[in-house]
């Protein structure tokens, strides 16, 4: 997974939304206690970034270099590259040991890791009673009718570039991903909250989102541009122009629960 987000990162850290800031407090709002957290698949940091508001320490962590190389510095975030030859063990380590860890949050990457490892992982370092989990990830936009029709069109016209795995969860709005957590009335497994993610985008930043995808990376490295100036034209124009700015909304859904 690291190699589609390395080429781009520069373009990912400068496109992707804001996560609200209300969705720190509440995670902080639910853990007794606030010494530390874990920000898994951090990629530049910006969900790190909003956990240290709340928490004494986060220790970010990714397995992309690239990415880290653009993370936000912060004075409670600890950055760390994970290499997928680390082992469990040493990540509890990493991480101060078995039930250290307060919150951990996982922003639009679950859909990437080996679940399975990871939640067995995220059992053993998670705080007992008390500490809690946060998964959540964002797909669709909703600019306007007009060009969320072109938008679905050429979507499906790339899906060959999509990791099969990933694009479905991602594209089910995690209804479909396992969550072996228990419920704390924010989303359960099957069940996500359904949430959106205001921001204002301007054509040229549009161009960036799309620029910062895994599939334009994916379709680049095969030898095709997918971004072709017919492409662009036809997304101005569903857009309203290139100097439009709009306020669109990203359609996000998250899963929160605890160990006990």
Partial sequence: MAGLFDK???TYLEARPTYPSEWYSMFASLT???SLAWDVGTGNGQAAI????HYQQVIATDISEAQLSYAMPHPRVRYVHTPTTMTDDEMVVLLGGEGSVDLITVATAAHWFDL????ALAKRVLRKPGGVIAVWGYNRMEVNPEFEKVEARLHKAVTEFWHPDSRRLIMEGYRTIPFPFESIGLGKEGEP???SIPKELSFQGLLKVA???SI???AKEDGLKLLSEE????LEAAWGGRDVVRTVNYKAFMLVGTVG
Avoid: D, W
Avoid at 50 to 53: D, F, I, L, M
């Fill in 231 to 234: 492409v662009v034209a036809e």
């Fill in 116 to 119: 399975p490892k990871f939640y």
């Fill in 8 to 10: 781009q990162a520069g």
């Fill in 211 to 213: 620029e910062s995808s």
């Fill in 32 to 34: 007794p206690q606030h």
């Fill in 193 to 195: 909250l359904q949430l």
């Fill in 216 to 218: 334009i990376t994916k």
């Fill in 50 to 53: 909003g956990v240290a508001e």
